[in-house]
């Protein structure tokens, strides 16, 4: 049974950076798509990035250019890198795993991901 779990996220000033890691047990993560969602208060949970078994990436729109994701899958290990951090990115961050998908693309829906982290909260002060 594969089981995921968030660290890294923390306290943080704007303009600062974390990075937040998603580390798997109970098989290896060679064929998931890998996504990190976050969810503020009284909002519905968004997509932030994934990462396809292929390498291949998506953002979103309001952290295109300021997160990176990337995977070392000898580690069990998907990384997010989060810099120039804003107020808006205050929120709980989830890893989930894909899978079923495809080896070429991920998608950022959370309906596609079938196992899923406890989440790590990320609080910028304003």
């Known amino acids: 049974q594969l089981q995921l779990v968030e660290s890294g996220g923390g306290l943080v000033q704007p303009g600062g950076s974390l990075r937040l890691s998603c580390t798997a047990s109970g098989t290896t993560l060679d064929y998931y798509a890998i996504g990190w969602f976050r969810q503020a208060p009284g909002k519905e949970r968004e997509g932030v990035s994934c990462?396809?078994?292929?390498?291949?990436?998506n953002y979103a729109d309001s952290v295109k250019g300021r997160f990176t994701i990337s995977r070392d899958n000898a580690k069990k290990t998907v990384y997010l890198q989060m810099s120039s951090l804003t107020p808006e990115d205050t929120a709980v961050y989830y890893c989930a795993a894909d899978p079923l998908a495809v080896r070429a693309m991920c998608v950022m829906s959370p309906l596609r991901y079938d196992y899923w982290g406890q989440g790590t909260q990320v609080t910028l002060f304003s």
């Open positions: 990462i396809s078994s292929g390498g291949s990436t």
